[in-house]
């Protein structure tokens, strides 16, 4: 069983600067997504990037040049770094591990962390 436990939210000021960190159970698979996603009281959960295993990045535009995502294959870990955070950026965030078997795909979810940036 795959276990996902994000940390690294918080209370931040406009302008300041988050890590969040997910650390999973077992090591990456080659056919792996790490993915974060956010959701805003009253919003759906919507994608704000995401990492293969072999490293391409796809990231959200409203947060491109501010977030960056990244991952430590070597400690089963992936990051999310928000700088310059905007009040916007408000929301639960999810990190979600995203596995291709061979008939299906497995989601593993984390319990998600709160990041609130007041203006």
């Known amino acids: 069983q795959i276990h996902v436990d994000e940390s690294g939210g918080g209370l931040v000021q406009a302008g300041g600067s988050l890590r969040l960190s997910c650390q999973v159970s077992?090591?990456?698979?080659?056919?792996?997504?790490m993915g974060w996603y956010r959701q805003a009281p009253g919003n759906q959960r919507e994608v704000v990037a995401v990492?293969?295993?072999?490293?391409?990045?796809n990231i959200t535009d409203s947060v491109k040049g501010r977030f960056t995502i990244s991952k430590d294959d070597a400690k089963n870990a992936f990051f999310l770094q928000m700088n310059s955070l905007k009040p916007d950026d408000t929301a639960v965030y999810y990190c979600?591990?995203?596995?291709?078997?061979?008939?299906?795909?497995?989601?593993?979810w984390g319990q998600g962390t709160q990041v609130t940036v007041s203006s």
């Open positions: 990492i293969t295993s072999s490293g391409l990045i």
């Open positions: 077992g090591s990456f698979w080659s056919t792996d997504k």
């Open positions: 979600c591990l995203h596995r291709q078997g061979i008939e299906r795909q497995w989601d593993y």
